[in-house]
């Protein structure tokens, strides 16, 4: 594991940027697999300055919740229009997140899972840290998920992410998310995680047991990993 130990968020956002910039440097037609949440609007920022070359690079976004249309602000595809993309010069065509209003979660998880295939894997996955060690929306579980699949969200993370809605009963209770086996077969991944209320899951997941309890300590386990945060000394 590559530990990159920064001071504050911006640092992080910085350090993060400068990977996926060299990324599509070397590597015009890239996939991206990209995230949600708080910890990576920083970098999406700063990628929409960088005036970089997008024009060859293919995404896909982690996950989506299930019920929520491309033009409900909450959806994770509205979040990633307003964030990078419509700030950057991406094929739209090219920018792929789960179908949350698909009327069969189940298919469309599968169709994604082919998706990703087909466009050859992915290149460099970005991920956030849930405050209980979820990847994506991996929740703990008995057993680690292998691919894309509709998962029914903790009440814990529910709590978490209804700072975005007007209250916890809008926030939808199920979401289709790519799978732990999805995301370890990304040929490098990049955790960010910024802020002391994490600290202690981002311990427990890079040092502690490997668990599907704790769905990021599976991460131990990835061949190229970089972890950049400001929760360590
Ligand atoms: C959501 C997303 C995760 C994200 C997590 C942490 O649940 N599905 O992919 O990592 O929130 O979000 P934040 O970065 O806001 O702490």
Redesign the pocket.
């Known amino acids: 594991m590559n530990l990159i130990k920064v001071e504050n968020y911006e640092e992080m956002s910085r350090a993060a940027a400068d990977l996926f910039l060299a990324q599509v440097k070397e590597k015009p037609a890239s996939v991206l697999g990209l ?6 609007v920083g970098l999406y920022k700063l990628l929409a300055g960088a005036n970089a070359d997008f024009s060859q690079a293919k995404s896909v976004n ?2 989506e919740y299930c019920g929520l249309s491309a033009d409900n602000p909450q959806s994770y595809r509205y979040f990633m229009t307003e964030n990078l993309f419509k700030h950057i010069n991406i094929n739209q065509a090219n920018t792929h997140v789960p179908d949350g209003m698909a009327a069969n979660p189940d298919a469309e998880a599968e169709r994604y899972e082919e998706l990703i295939e087909k466009l050859g894997g992915i290149d460099l996955q970005l ?4 405050h209980n060690g ?4 991996n929740e703990p579980d008995e057993e680690f998920a292998a691919a894309t699949h509709r998962v029914y969200l903790a009440e814990q ?1 529910i709590k ?2 209804s700072r975005f809605f007007a209250s916890p009963e809008e926030v939808p209770t199920s979401a289709i998310t790519m799978g732990i086996k999805t995301i370890m077969q990304a040929r490098k991944i990049v955790v960010i995680a910024s802020g002391s209320e994490k600290t202690n899951i981002l311990k427990k997941a890079l040092y502690g047991t490997i668990t599907p309890r704790v769905p990021a300590s599976v991460l131990q386990l990835h061949q190229n990993l970089t972890v950049i945060t400001d929760c360590f000394e």
């Open positions: 995230a949600t949440g708080s910890s990576p982690l996950d991920l956030g840290m849930g979820h990847i994506g929306f993370t978490a992410n």
